[in-house]
Protein backbone atom coordinates (compact mmCIF):
# COMPACT_ATOMS: atom_id res chain seq x y z
CA UNK A 1 0.00 0.00 0.00
CA UNK A 2 1.37 3.18 -1.12
CA UNK A 3 1.52 6.33 1.61
CA UNK A 4 0.22 9.59 1.06
CA UNK A 5 2.54 12.10 1.13
CA UNK A 6 1.93 14.86 3.72
CA UNK A 7 2.93 18.37 2.33
CA UNK A 8 2.76 19.63 6.09
CA UNK A 9 0.31 22.42 5.79
CA UNK A 10 -3.69 22.81 6.81
CA UNK A 11 -6.34 25.39 5.44
CA UNK A 12 -8.19 26.80 7.96
CA UNK A 13 -10.62 30.12 7.64
CA UNK A 14 -9.34 33.58 7.60
CA UNK A 15 -10.97 34.84 10.40
CA UNK A 16 -9.16 31.68 12.34
CA UNK A 17 -5.91 32.88 11.12
CA UNK A 18 -6.61 36.33 12.12
CA UNK A 19 -7.58 35.24 15.24
CA UNK A 20 -4.45 33.57 16.25
CA UNK A 21 -2.59 36.53 15.23
CA UNK A 22 -4.13 38.73 17.11
CA UNK A 23 -3.75 36.23 19.96
CA UNK A 24 -0.34 36.32 19.09
CA UNK A 25 0.03 40.34 19.69
CA UNK A 26 -1.56 40.29 22.88
CA UNK A 27 0.47 37.76 24.57
CA UNK A 28 3.79 39.36 23.41
CA UNK A 29 2.07 43.11 24.78
CA UNK A 30 1.32 41.22 27.80
CA UNK A 31 4.99 40.20 27.71
CA UNK A 32 6.26 43.73 27.76
CA UNK A 33 4.10 44.25 30.52
CA UNK A 34 4.90 41.99 32.56
CA UNK A 35 8.66 43.05 32.15
CA UNK A 36 7.96 45.94 33.02
CA UNK A 37 6.02 45.84 35.90
CA UNK A 38 9.03 42.88 37.21
CA UNK A 39 11.02 46.15 36.69
CA UNK A 40 9.38 48.22 38.72
CA UNK A 41 8.97 45.61 41.35
CA UNK A 42 12.53 44.94 41.58
CA UNK A 43 13.81 48.91 41.97
CA UNK A 44 10.74 48.95 44.25
CA UNK A 45 12.31 46.40 46.21
CA UNK A 46 16.03 47.44 45.64
CA UNK A 47 15.01 50.58 47.32
CA UNK A 48 13.20 49.93 50.37
CA UNK A 49 16.12 46.82 51.34
CA UNK A 50 18.90 49.37 52.05
CA UNK A 51 15.89 51.02 54.53
CA UNK A 52 14.85 47.69 56.86
CA UNK A 53 19.14 46.42 56.49
CA UNK A 54 20.00 49.98 58.07
CA UNK A 55 17.51 49.44 60.55
CA UNK A 56 18.22 46.06 61.30
CA UNK A 57 21.87 47.13 62.31
CA UNK A 58 22.73 47.16 66.19
CA UNK A 59 19.24 45.97 67.72
CA UNK A 60 20.98 45.69 70.85
CA UNK A 61 21.15 49.68 70.83
CA UNK A 62 17.53 50.80 71.83
CA UNK A 63 17.18 54.29 69.90
CA UNK A 64 18.04 54.88 66.22
CA UNK A 65 19.84 58.39 65.76
CA UNK A 66 18.20 59.65 62.63
CA UNK A 67 19.51 62.98 61.65
CA UNK A 68 17.37 65.18 59.07
CA UNK A 69 14.84 62.27 59.53
CA UNK A 70 12.29 64.01 58.14
CA UNK A 71 13.90 65.32 55.18
CA UNK A 72 14.84 62.13 54.69
CA UNK A 73 11.60 60.15 54.62
CA UNK A 74 10.33 62.59 52.17
CA UNK A 75 12.95 62.37 50.20
CA UNK A 76 12.93 58.62 49.78
CA UNK A 77 8.46 58.89 49.80
CA UNK A 78 9.50 60.88 46.77
CA UNK A 79 11.52 58.45 45.39
CA UNK A 80 9.25 55.60 45.70
CA UNK A 81 6.38 57.82 44.22
CA UNK A 82 8.57 57.86 41.13
CA UNK A 83 8.91 54.22 40.80
CA UNK A 84 5.68 53.29 41.29
CA UNK A 85 4.74 56.28 38.60
CA UNK A 86 7.76 55.71 36.42
Same mark, same amino acid.
Given at each position: ???????????????????? #????????????? &??? $????? !?? *????????????? #????????????? &??? $????? !?? *???????
Amino acid at each position: MEEMFDFGFTVVKEDDLYAV #QRAKQNAAGLDES &LEH $VQGKL !DT *LFNAIIPLLNNLK #QNPEKDYILWPDR &LAK $VESFE !DH *LHKIYKG
